[in-house]
C-alpha cells in the first residue's frame, strides 16, 4: 500500500511524508518508535488514537499494517495513505446496519441495526464484537447473546424469510426491481425503526447500494445517511453484522431440523448437492420454503 507521495526511497523519508499527508487530515504522530525491520507511528485524532506499522524495502515499496487502537481512525488513515477517499468518522448516538445471507441460496435475507452511544460502541468492541465476516460461526452465535443482553445499545431486525422472499421478488420484478431493491427495503425498515426509538439522527450502513436507492425505504427528514465500504470498522455496524448473522444461521439450523436435512450457507456445489437431496425427500416445491428460487442453483436443479 503506497502513500499519495510515492517517490520516497527508504524508511524514514517515507514515514515523513505520510505524517505529512496525515497531518493535512488533522491526524497527529505523536510518538515514532522503531521495530526490527520497520517503524511504528501513534496517531492521534479527536480523541482518537491507534498505531501503525510502517514497512519499506526495495521490491515492494512503502507499506503498513494495522497495529492496534480505534478501528475507525485505522481505517481512515488506511484510506487517506493509499490516496483513497477516508470514509466520515462517527462519533456520539448512532445507527449502524448489516444484512447477512444475500449470497446464501438457503434460508432468509437479514437486516439488523444496532443503535449505541460511544459508551456502548467501546462496550461492544471490548466484549470482542467485530466484522461477522471475520469470526467463526460459533463465536457469532456467542456474541449474538452478548449483543442481545447489552445495556445501553437499541436493537432492530427484519427476517424475510424464503416464502415472503420468493414472492417479494417477484413482485419487485414486475416493477423492474431486483434483490438489491428487497435489501434496501429491509434496511430501511430497521433505520425506521431505530429512529424513532432510540433517538439517533446519525445513520452508517455497510455501501451495498446507492443512496438514493435505499433513502427512499426510509420514513422520516432529520437524520444523517453514510454509506460506506468496510463500515464494520464502527462498533454499531460490526454489531448488526452479529446480529444478523446470528439470526441467519439460527434460520438455518430451524431449516435443517424441519426439513431433516443439514442446510448450510453457500450457494455453490455443495448447495446443488443438498438441493438435490431436499426435492427426492420433498418434491421441487419444497425450494420455495427454504432457498431463493431466483439463484442460478434452482434452474440447475429444476431443468438439469
Known sequence: MGTPDTHCSELSECARLAGITLAGMGIVTVEERRLVNGMQATLEKDGRSCRINYYWSVKKG???VPAGGDSQLLSIVSCVLSGKPAPVMIAGLRIGTDEAGKGDWFGPLVAAGVACDDAAAAALSSAGVADSKTLSNRRVL???DIVSDMDGVFRSSRVIQPPEYNGLFSDFAARGMNSLDIQAMAHGEVI????????????V??????EERLAPWITGTDFTLSLRCRAEDDPAVAAASIIARGLYL????????ELGVPISPGSGAPADATGRQLVTTWGIGV???CAKVHF?????????
Open 250 to 257: 439460527k434460520s438455518l439450523d430451524a431449516l435443517s431440523l
Open 205 to 210: 450502513v455497510d455501501r451495498f447500494c446507492p
Open 142 to 144: 456467542e456474541l449474538l
Open 62 to 64: 512503502f507499506s503498513l
Open 192 to 203: 425506521t425503526d431505530l429512529l424513532n426509538r432510540s433517538g439517533a439522527r446519525q445513520v
Open 296 to 304: 442460478g442453483n434452482y434452474s440447475r436443479i429444476a431443468s438439469p
Open 287 to 289: 425450494l420455495y420454503q
